[in-house]
């Protein structure tokens, strides 16, 4: 992570050097304060993976990540979870521009909690159903927010 | 200074008002005990929800939300031994411990007395200085506040948790990240890539909301369910060995407290870790800590809610956040087109003292709704997360697109909640990335023009008296930690 974050803080700095540091008067330019920050965080983040490197692994971090949870989830299958949170998230996202925004999501709470979850269809659809609902009275009629409605805008 | 208490008060007690404050520490409280949300994610999420409402109710309510989240953060603490905000993680210790020896209510109790007690007191302080030093702070120039913000920073990294180099390279992280876009001062535009959506900047709603509450809900899927201890009303009594016990560590909890609190940048965290520490060095069942002791529970909870109101006074006197949390409120205030600074205080009296006033009638709905009720809003512990992470989500991502009505937005929160999940999963401070993304174009403003004054020469941070003194301390605050982790070493070795 530390290394990933070095490259892109270099990066980041080579491009804010390029806005200018330093302006014809000797006071700083708009690539002044990019540079510096971009500098600290990619020397910061070598010492921090240096450190890392060196550092044994934490035995009790081991023996979290091997723990069962109330559920009886090992950690294979909550990180199979998190994946597929991640993806649906990212579909959902996609869908808000073609299908409206509180479907996308309706669509997405359903899938999480019956598919993911392993909730029961009934209250898959109670929570799924209030919850739009909920939302709908909040932001699209109390807020007035113009939430996307996709092909269901006309 | 009685004029404005009554002005204070005439602000806070209108029904809109009174009905906002007790939905927002009703809803703190919740906030504070879901697993996954927090005070500072709870504000952020539910900013979009008061734009409709007048600044001072929206503020009201945000700061009601908190506060409440200290309160519920501590239910966490002492019947999962997983506390919902940082603050709470030394409350975890002994209170976890006395929820297993059957005493979680009277833990629960003493934290909602201690908190009550030193929210007042801190109170009573906080209305005494905030106004003098708001009015000392109006003869602060650019170079002052360019040294305030480099010891707020300082004072984040120092103490927001992790090591030095981490806190030192999140808090640049997070200054970097602001630099996108237009800035104030000067032409260019900064990493845009030609996206006109990054123009303006990245909204620093949108990272609070990836950050803190997508960032939460990855990295809670990712560590699996605990089960919580039952705390049952009956064992909410607590005994009249246990209150006499806990009067001196909350004393002296809220004054660490408060004097912690009111440095920029501090936050609450501290303030209950070192509670904690001084109260077992004094205290005589000291050496007993970590075994469900009282006095440890009495103190940090204390020193939490003490320092949350004190965290206030640079805050609103200077506009430099001293915490996570009130780094959003910070970022509130400007949504609401109002500046925190020196001169709220003369410009806003109604807002800034019913706000204030409003924190007192807020700790008096806590201490009702808390003493009786802490089973149960315990119950909520035991709302499967499987049902609750998929809400997090609609709500985060609504409430970000309801700000800017774009959908860039909500891209951007995905993006940092996946920033937000990384940053936790690799245990990296979150606290100095926010303090930086915050307070990044306030630091960039206050060092163009201290550059400007100086003719490109920022030794003139050292020619005044005021921002002299500050960058000493600034530098003491790096050098002493490093020195007394040596001198310990040493000692060690030997």
């Known amino acids: 992570m530390s290394l990933a974050v070095a490259a892109m803080a270099i990066a980041a700095g080579i491009i804010g050097s390029s806005y200018g540091v330093y302006d014809d008067g000797g006071r700083i330019a708009g690539g002044f304060l990019p540079t510096v920050t971009a500098a600290i965080v990619a020397i910061t983040a070598l010492i921090d993976a240096r450190a890392r490197f060196f550092s044994p692994e934490n035995p009790e971090s081991e023996k979290k990540k091997a723990a069962v949870d109330i559920f009886g989830r090992n950690q294979k299958t909550r990180n199979r979870q998190l994946v597929a949170v991640l993806i649906l998230t990212v579909v959902a996202l996609f869908l808000v521009n073609v299908i409206g925004f509180l479907f996308a999501f309706a669509l997405l709470i359903a899938t999480i909690s019956y598919f993911v979850e392993k909730k029961k269809f009934i209250p898959t659809a109670l929570i799924t159903g209030a919850t739009i609902l909920v939302a709908y009275l909040v932001f699209d009629q109390f807020l007035q927010v113009p939430l996307p409605l996709g092909i269901f805008g006309g | 200074?009685?004029?404005?208490?009554?002005?204070?008060?005439?602000?806070?007690?209108?029904?809109?008002?009174?009905?906002?404050?007790?939905?927002?520490?009703?809803?703190?409280?919740?906030?504070?005990?879901?697993?996954?949300?927090?005070?500072?994610?709870?504000?952020?999420?539910?900013?979009?929800?008061?734009?409709?409402?007048?600044?001072?109710?929206?503020?009201?309510?945000?700061?009601?939300?908190?506060?409440?989240?200290?309160?519920?953060?501590?239910?966490?603490?002492?019947?999962?031994?997983?506390?919902?905000?940082?603050?709470?993680?030394?409350?975890?210790?002994?209170?976890?411990?006395?929820?297993?020896?059957?005493?979680?209510?009277?833990?629960?109790?003493?934290?909602?007395?201690?908190?009550?007690?030193?929210?007042?007191?801190?109170?009573?302080?906080?209305?005494?200085?905030?106004?003098?030093?708001?009015?000392?702070?109006?003869?602060?120039?650019?170079?002052?506040?360019?040294?305030?913000?480099?010891?707020?920073?300082?004072?984040?990294?120092?103490?927001?948790?992790?090591?030095?180099?981490?806190?030192?390279?999140?808090?640049?992280?997070?200054?970097?990240?602001?630099?996108?876009?237009?800035?104030?001062?000067?032409?260019?535009?900064?990493?845009?890539?030609?996206?006109?959506?990054?123009?303006?900047?990245?909204?620093?709603?949108?990272?609070?909301?990836?950050?803190?509450?997508?960032?939460?809900?990855?990295?809670?899927?990712?560590?699996?369910?605990?089960?919580?201890?039952?705390?049952?009303?009956?064992?909410?009594?607590?005994?009249?060995?246990?209150?006499?016990?806990?009067?001196?560590?909350?004393?002296?909890?809220?004054?660490?407290?408060?004097?912690?609190?009111?440095?920029?940048?501090?936050?609450?965290?501290?303030?209950?870790?070192?509670?904690?520490?001084?109260?077992?060095?004094?205290?005589?069942?000291?050496?007993?800590?970590?075994?469900?002791?009282?006095?440890?529970?009495?103190?940090?909870?204390?020193?939490?809610?003490?320092?949350?109101?004190?965290?206030?006074?640079?805050?609103?006197?200077?506009?430099?956040?001293?915490?996570?949390?009130?780094?959003?409120?910070?970022?509130?205030?400007?949504?609401?087109?109002?500046?925190?600074?020196?001169?709220?205080?003369?410009?806003?009296?109604?807002?800034?003292?019913?706000?204030?006033?409003?924190?007192?009638?807020?700790?008096?709905?806590?201490?009702?709704?808390?003493?009786?009720?802490?089973?149960?809003?315990?119950?909520?512990?035991?709302?499967?997360?499987?049902?609750l992470y998929p809400l997090i989500l609609l709500t985060s991502i609504i409430g970000a697109y309801s700000i800017s009505n774009n959908t860039f937005s909500i891209w951007l929160v995905f993006v940092f909640g996946l920033f937000g999940y990384l940053l936790k999963e690799y245990d990296f401070p979150l606290a100095p990335f926010v303090l930086g993304v915050v307070l990044g174009p306030l630091f960039e403003k206050a060092m163009s023009q201290t550059s400007a004054i100086g003719q490109g020469n920022f030794m003139i941070l050292f020619d005044r008296p005021i921002s002299f003194t500050i960058i000493v301390m600034t530098a003491l605050m790096i050098v002493v930690p490093f020195a007394v982790r040596m001198i310990r070493s040493r000692s060690k070795k030997s």
């Open chain 2, 1 to 387: 200074m009685f004029d404005n208490l009554i002005l204070g008060f005439q602000t806070a007690l209108t029904v809109e008002n009174l009905l906002w404050c007790f939905i927002g520490v009703l809803l703190g409280t919740i906030i504070g005990l879901l697993p996954g949300l927090g005070s500072t994610t709870g504000v952020a999420i539910l900013i979009p929800l008061t734009l409709a409402l007048e600044p001072v109710t929206a503020l009201i309510m945000l700061a009601g939300i908190y506060y409440g989240a200290q309160y519920g953060g501590t239910i966490t603490s002492v019947l999962l031994s997983t506390p919902g905000e940082a603050p709470s993680v030394i409350t975890a210790i002994d209170g976890y411990q006395m929820a297993q020896n059957g005493r979680a209510g009277a833990a629960l109790a003493i934290a909602a007395i201690g908190s009550f007690i030193a929210a007042i007191i801190s109170l009573g302080l906080l209305m005494a200085f905030a106004p003098p030093f708001a009015k000392w702070a109006l003869n602060f120039s650019p170079v002052e506040n360019f040294a305030i913000m480099i010891f707020g920073l300082v004072i984040v990294i120092t103490f927001g948790g992790g090591s030095f180099s981490r806190g030192l390279m999140m808090a640049a992280l997070g200054v970097l990240i602001s630099t996108v876009g237009v800035s104030v001062g000067f032409i260019d535009a900064r990493y845009t890539f030609g996206n006109v959506n990054l123009l303006s900047g990245i909204p620093f709603v949108e990272v609070m909301i990836g950050v803190f509450a997508l960032g939460e809900v990855f990295h809670q899927i990712r560590s699996g369910a605990v089960a919580p201890i039952r705390a049952r009303f009956k064992d909410l009594m607590i005994t009249g060995n246990e209150l006499k016990r806990s009067i001196l560590p909350i004393l002296r909890g809220t004054g660490i407290g408060f004097t912690l609190g009111t440095l920029p940048g501090a936050g609450s965290t501290l303030a209950s870790f070192m509670a904690y520490g001084i109260e077992r060095k004094v205290s005589k069942n000291g050496p007993k800590f970590g075994t469900g002791q009282i006095e440890g529970v009495a103190s940090p909870e204390s020193a939490n809610n003490a320092a949350a109101n004190a965290n206030f006074i640079p805050t609103l006197a200077l506009g430099i956040p001293g915490g996570a949390t009130t780094a959003v409120l910070l970022g509130a205030f400007t949504i609401y087109g109002l500046q925190p600074g020196p001169l709220l205080f003369e410009n806003q009296p109604a807002l800034v003292w019913g706000l204030l006033v409003s924190f007192f009638i807020g700790n008096v709905f806590l201490l009702i709704l808390n003493l009786p009720m802490a089973p149960v809003f315990a119950q909520m512990l035991r709302v499967p997360y499987g049902y």
